[in-house]
């Protein structure tokens, strides 16, 4: 018996209204973070569960949310496999070879301890029908980081290390997805209701090499977990056929091309987001119009999950989510 709307939803079972959440709804554009984040360090806040779970419940407090998703970031793993990383704002580390990063080998759950005590933290803090989501960075926006050592405009260190030894690539993967697979049934144990993969770079790259390395090491990662698992690439609208193969419940979709289109690319899934982060920088009756225009696009559907298609801009004003809120709730 579950009566979390977001899971039920996922499951593509009949709700009241489309649940809500906000991918980065945790984090700079709430005033409250800001101030958090000026007596503590990014990494400092992410391994001390009391002010993980204290930033995770910022956006649940003043929204209500369906989904209180954990406060970490997709290299967090990573740093627990032992690697070295800085966060200024985004992830900076030494450029791994692919050879280096098959040198990772496992991961111990147990130097990830603080993300189980957050998830536990946040359980007892939200209402019952609120879900708590749980995520991890798929195996190939992570090798990106990995072989880059942070985010760059092209990617193109790690495009052309996959080019010149695909089988290599997909032996990083192979340790990556393990890695996940194993970083997301600790969440799940811990108590995460559902789990969504971020795929953020993913879109970078040509079908065949999508379709050979990115799609199995994603499969992999998701395999066997018995919660309902969302996958989301932005900027990869060129593969929205391929991806149910990865056997998630749920797809996230960007703002591209209509939302309606995707679901039919991607057939019989749940599916979330396109909403335009920009849209967030408008005003109320512009966000109350987008809206309306995106709930047309998914009337009659079942398996709707409203969200943004890419994380919230820091930029947004707070009393805007509250007009998107109110829109989707009335
Ligand atoms: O205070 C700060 O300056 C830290 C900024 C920040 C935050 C709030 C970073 C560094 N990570 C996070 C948290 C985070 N990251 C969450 C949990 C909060 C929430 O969603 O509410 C999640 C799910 C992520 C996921 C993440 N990290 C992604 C995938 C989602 C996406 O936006 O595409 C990516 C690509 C990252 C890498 C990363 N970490 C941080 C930044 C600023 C970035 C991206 C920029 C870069 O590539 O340099």
């Not at 496999?81 to 985004?90: A, E, K, L, Q, S």
């Not at 209701?193 to 079908?207: E, K, P």
């Amino acid at each position: 018996m579950n009566r979390r709307p977001l899971v039920e939803a996922l499951q593509r079972r009949p709700v009241s209204r489309p649940p809500l959440w906000i991918m980065r709804q945790a984090g700079r554009y709430l005033p409250e973070y800001r101030q958090l984040r000026e007596r503590h360090s990014f990494q400092e806040a992410v391994s001390t569960p009391k002010l993980a779970a204290e930033i995770t419940l910022q956006p649940i407090r003043r929204f209500g949310m369906d989904g209180a998703v954990i406060f970490a970031d997709i290299m967090t793993p990573i740093e627990a496999m032992g690697v070295d990383i800085t966060f200024d704002p985004g992830p900076r580390l030494r450029p791994h070879t692919l050879k280096d990063v098959i040198a990772l080998g496992e991961l111990d759950s147990d130097q990830v301890g603080f993300v189980a005590e957050t998830i536990h933290l946040v359980r007892d803090a939200i209402p019952e029908e609120t879900a708590v989501i749980g995520f991890a960075g798929a195996p190939i926006t992570v090798l990106a980081y990995l072989v880059e050592g942070g985010g760059t405009k092209d990617f193109l260190a790690f495009r052309s290390a996959v080019r010149m030894d695909p089988s290599a690539a997909a032996e990083a993967l192979e340790i990556l997805a393990r890695a996940t697979n194993r970083y997301l049934a600790m969440q799940i144990a811990a108590g995460a209701d559902i789990v969504q993969l971020f795929d953020t770079w993913m879109g970078l790259l040509d079908r065949s090499t999508v379709e050979r390395l990115a799609i199995p090491a994603a499969r992999k990662s998701l395999a066997g977990l018995r919660v309902p698992r969302i996958y989301f690439a932005p900027g990869a609208s060129h593969t929205l056929d391929l991806q149910p193969k990865i056997g998630a419940d749920g797809y996230g979709v960007d703002w591209r091309i209509p939302i309606d289109e995707a679901w039919d690319r991607l057939g019989d899934v749940a599916v979330q987001g396109n909403l335009d982060p920009a849209v967030l920088l408008t005003d109320p009756d512009t966000i109350r119009r987008e809206v309306e225009h995106l709930l047309a696009r998914t009337a009659g559907r079942s398996g709707h999950v409203v969200n943004l298609g890419h994380g919230i801009d820091r930029n947004t004003p707070p009393e805007h989510l509250t007009a998107l809120v109110e829109a989707v709730r009335s």
